[in-house]
């Protein structure tokens, strides 16, 4: 990738519609129990999390995304 392949990145990056949320314990709590349902990595057990406790959608191509869809509403790139 490179750096300045980073570094730009990073500008357009800042253009996008997303919002940073910190991790509450909220969340944390959530996506432990999402953890302990699905075959989910923690990281992304926080993106769902986050994104039913802020009614967002997940962007992602990953399928393990689909053991989810019925909880959380998946944007698939």
Known sequence: MGIESAREFLEHFH?????????????????????????????????????????ASVVTGDPEFKNVEHMVEIDWI
């Open 15 to 55: 253009n996008l519609r997303i919002e940073m949320v910190p991790a509450s314990w909220e969340i944390i709590a959530s996506a432990s129990e999402v953890k302990a349902k699905y075959a989910l990595s923690y990281a992304d057990c926080f993106a769902v999390a986050s994104a039913l406790r802020h009614d």
